[in-house]
């Protein structure tokens, strides 16, 4: 039975950093559709990166364009994801997924075979 877990969420100040990482186990998330969501409260939860396989150029929601970078790290079965310039508004938790079920891969699939418990990112300013 595949399974994800986050970490690396946390607090930080506006205009910060912070590094989310994925780990894999019990499952290969080489070459396969996988991202990284975000919700936030009384809001839905929408993609913010993703990429279809390991070759694939990733995908980001225009919010988080240019501060926000997937990467996979495959020896490792693991993706993170930098986030860079914090703002407020990425206050949220953030949840990482593989797998999509659906027939595409893109940041409004939300049928993924696997999926983190979620990591809490606060951001203040």
């Known amino acids: 039975q595949g399974q994800l877990v986050e970490s690396g969420g946390g607090s930080g100040q506006a205009g910060g950093s912070l590094r989310l990482a994925c780990a894999a186990s019990g499952v290969s998330i080489r070459n396969v559709c996988m991202g990284w969501f975000r919700q936030a409260p009384g809001k839905e939860r929408e993609g913010v990166a993703i990429?279809?396989?390991?070759?694939?150029?990733?995908v980001y929601a225009d919010s988080v364009k240019g501060r926000f970078t997937i990467s996979q790290d495959n020896p490792k079965n693991t993706i993170a994801l930098q986030i860079d310039s914090l703002k407020p508004e990425d206050t949220a938790m953030y949840y990482c997924?593989?797998?999509?079920?659906?027939?595409?891969?893109?940041?409004?699939?939300?049928?993924?075979?696997?999926w983190g418990q979620g990591t809490q990112v606060t951001v203040s300013s």
């Open positions: 997924a593989a797998f999509t079920l659906d027939a595409s891969c893109t940041l409004t699939s939300r049928n993924f075979r696997y």
């Open positions: 990429r279809n396989s390991g070759g694939s150029r990733p």
